[in-house]
């Protein structure tokens, strides 16, 4: 069965500080990747995506961004992070080039920008 | 490009009590339809979804949901809620072919005793 991972649970980091969130994904080969954010009783925003190895688009032009190095690792990253940056990240996966479009969630990290 | 619409941002309703959260899309190419729950401090899980077929979907949890196309709607049932069922109901679209699913802005659900 597949299974994904996220690390850390929860982060408190300062203002200016680099951020790594990591996202690793057993089970299955080339999955399509996504990180969301979704700040506190809102929604959630899509922040980037990967369809494969070396392949990100980007949905919001801002300090983060994100890599995949692997075929079933996905990585957020930020060089100075913002107050703005605070929320609740989740990363998902989905079934890549079968036409099956459900999104599978990680557990999250909570980040708080202090 | 496709919106999806969640009309409450909060449901309150007694236990054993019906339910119904409603969602509205907008969409000029054909969709797939999801709903997800979130429970606190947790990662979304899939409820049920529509592809093609048959209009009314079951999901997880005795929900079920009905496609209608002409209202542009996909709202979810339950006919009786537990305290369980506490927790963020997120409806979803996606374009067929595509990979960036839309969600809404999510409809809490607190179950009273």
């Known amino acids: 069965s597949q299974t994904i991972h996220q690390w850390p649970a929860t982060l408190v980091q300062p203002v200016g500080s680099p951020l790594s969130l990591e996202c690793t994904v057993e089970?299955?080969?080339?999955?399509?990747l996504y990180w969301y954010r979704q700040a506190a009783g809102r929604g959630l925003q899509l922040l980037f995506y990967?369809?494969?190895?070396?392949?990100i688009s980007s949905e919001v032009p801002q300090n983060l961004s994100a890599s995949r190095p692997q075929d079933r690792q996905f990585i957020l990253s930020s060089k100075k992070l913002l107050l703005s940056d605070s929320g609740f990240y989740l990363c998902?996966?989905?079934?890549?080039?079968?036409?099956?479009?459900?999104?599978?969630f990680g557990p999250g990290t909570r980040l708080t920008v202090t | 490009a496709q919106s999806v619409t969640q009309l409450d941002s909060q449901v309150p309703v007694f236990e054993e009590a019906p339910v119904e959260l409603r969602c509205n899309y907008s969409?000029?190419?054909?969709?797939?339809l999801f709903w997800y729950v979130q429970y606190p401090n947790q990662g979304l899980q899939l409820l049920l979804k529509?592809?093609?077929?048959?209009?009314l979907v079951k999901g997880i949890n005795g929900f079920e949901a009905e496609f209608n196309k002409s209202q542009t709607s996909f709202h979810l049932r339950k006919p009786s809620v537990h305290i369980s069922d506490t927790a963020e109901y997120f409806c979803?679209?996606?374009?067929?072919?595509?990979?960036?699913?839309?969600f809404g802005a999510g409809t809490r659900l607190f179950v009273k005793a």
């Open positions: 998902a996966w989905s079934v890549g080039g079968t036409g099956r479009y459900e999104q599978y």
């Open positions: 969409s000029s190419v054909s969709v797939y």
């Open positions: 529509y592809l093609s077929g048959s209009t």
């Open positions: 990967s369809v494969g190895i070396g392949q």
């Open positions: 089970g299955t080969s080339n999955p399509n």
């Open positions: 979803a679209v996606i374009n067929t072919g595509g990979f960036k699913t839309i």
